[in-house]
């Protein structure tokens, strides 16, 4: 339970990058009440951003007609958090598709959580090349 709340934490600190906010560790954890690991928070949110060029590209790859920059925020902020999670870390892809697709159902839109399993499922067909590309930004 500790790592879903983590996720969602992480995603909130994304969304708010996208603002041009800088990531604070120590208030977004004081102000959000619930256990949160924050090792596991700190791999999550530094991997998106850190790596934001390449995901992006990646996205953008495999979400059909969708440039990155035309998506909804909330969307954006998912699919980077979830293609970090398959691409930059060893969570099973299985959980990396369904914790975002959850994510999308509570905060996305009404095609949201559709749109977002299948460009999820895509890149998950291509992981073992995507994450080769990742290794070299």
């Given at each position: 339970m500790a790592r879903t709340a983590t996720r969602l934490l992480a995603f909130y600190m994304i969304f708010q990058a996208d603002f041009g906010q800088e990531p604070d560790y120590a208030l977004a954890m004081e102000g959000f009440h619930r256990p949160v690991n924050e090792d596991f928070?700190?791999?999550l949110v530094e991997g998106v951003?850190?790596?934001?060029?390449y995901l992006d590209e990646v996205i953008s790859q495999h979400s059909r007609n969708w440039s990155v920059e035309r998506m909804p925020r909330v969307d954006r902020?998912?699919?980077?958090?979830?293609?970090?999670?398959?691409?930059?870390?060893?969570?099973?892809?299985?959980?990396?598709?369904?914790?975002?697709?959850?994510?999308?159902?509570?905060?996305?839109?009404?095609?949201?959580?559709?749109?977002?399993?299948?460009?999820?499922?895509s890149i998950k067909e291509r992981r073992e090349v995507l994450v080769s590309g990742l290794k070299k930004t």
């Open positions: 928070l700190r791999q951003l850190s790596h934001s060029h902020a998912v699919l980077r958090l979830a293609t970090w999670e398959l691409l930059g870390t060893d969570i099973p892809p299985a959980v990396a598709i369904n914790e975002a697709v959850k994510l999308a159902k509570d905060y996305g839109g009404a095609d949201s959580s559709a749109f977002i399993n299948g460009v999820l499922d």
